[in-house]
């Protein structure tokens, strides 16, 4: 799949990438209403990675459904809608317009864990309680929830386990890691907004640290694991850890073919292992 927010909302990487052989199309999160992000600018590619403050801009769910997805459905791709919102009541509403949605959103991705979503006092992903609230809340969406979590704290494994107890039905692991940098000439942070998120293969370590630790704590809950992948082994190593598919993010802006080459990648790895399929790899750990 597509990691959220590194794929716009459409169809914008089917000429490189057919989009209904990909697992599905994750769009960057959107809130009930439109939002217009933070300053650019946004991006700043940093050693290993990628630092961004994008800010959650979108033109809000109920424009995505009317002008954006029928250009995704038009592919032939699965879609995932990935909502976020600055209150409980917001991600409620999100789920009630994404109620009547289409059958190709397949699943909504309830993004908890945004590193820029300012003034609402910390990443909703580092509360146990309001977590498991925040799914709750979602119900009204009629499809499967996958609860997207943050690096950012030592309590993912309780998170996690209050959420799946909340609804959610998988869980999407990690997002971004709180990051800073600073442009060497003025010395004023490189991004618009200050600080941001860092993805890429710097934290892929991280990530595969999470699947794991969130794995041997709940082995029934599926995982959607994401963060720094740009090689099949990268990929190969978040399922071997206990992940059931896998997202990839920054490794598309240098690369949008990356889909496909480790898509590819997983098929080859899995008959070099003598499985039947991709998902034998889940879980091959020896940990
Ligand atoms: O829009 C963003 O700035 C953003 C989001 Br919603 C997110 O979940 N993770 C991230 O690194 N950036």
């Given amino acids: ?4 927010g590194t794929a716009g909302y459409g169809a914008e990487f089917h000429p490189y990438v057919d989009l209904s052989t990909i697992g599905a199309v994750v769009t960057k999160s959107l809130a009930p209403y439109e939002w217009p992000g933070n300053p650019a600018p946004r991006l700043h590619p940093v050693r290993a990675g990628m630092m961004n403050s994008v800010g959650l801009q979108g033109p809000g769910i109920g424009e995505w459904l009317e002008r954006t997805l029928p250009e995704i459905i038009a592919t032939g791709a699965d879609v995932v809608c990935s909502i976020w919102g600055r209150s409980i009541e917001d991600y409620r509403a999100a789920a009630e317009m994404l109620a009547d949605a289409p059958d190709s959103v397949v699943a909504v991705e309830v993004n908890l864990s945004c590193p820029n979503l300012e003034g609402r006092g910390g990443i909703f992903a580092h509360d146990p309680a309001l977590s498991a609230e925040v799914v709750a809340a979602t119900a009204a969406c009629a ?3 996958w609860a997207k979590l943050s690096p950012n704290t030592d309590r993912i494994v309780e998170v996690a386990r209050a959420v799946t107890e909340a609804g959610a039905e998988a869980l999407t692991l990690v997002n971004t890691l709180l990051g800073l940098t600073l442009d060497p000439s003025t010395l004023r942070p490189t991004l618009g907004n200050g600080g941001g998120g860092l993805s890429g293969p710097a934290i892929h370590p991280i990530a595969v640290r999470a699947v794991a ?6 082995p029934d809950v599926p995982i959607v694991g994401v963060g720094g992948i740009a090689d099949t082994f990268d990929a190969v ?3 071997a850890v206990g992940a059931s598919a896998v997202q990839i993010g920054t490794a598309l802006f240098a690369e949008p073919t990356a889909l496909a080459r ?3 990648g997983l098929v080859v790895e899995a008959r070099r292992r003598g499985l039947s399929s991709v998902s034998g790899l ?3 750990a020896v940990l």
């Fill in 143 to 145: 499809r499967p929830r």
């Fill in 282 to 284: 889940t879980g091959l």
């Fill in 237 to 239: 190593e978040l399922m």
């Fill in 1 to 4: 799949m597509t990691a959220a």
């Fill in 213 to 218: 630790d969130v794995r041997a704590a709940l």
């Fill in 262 to 264: 480790v898509r590819d």
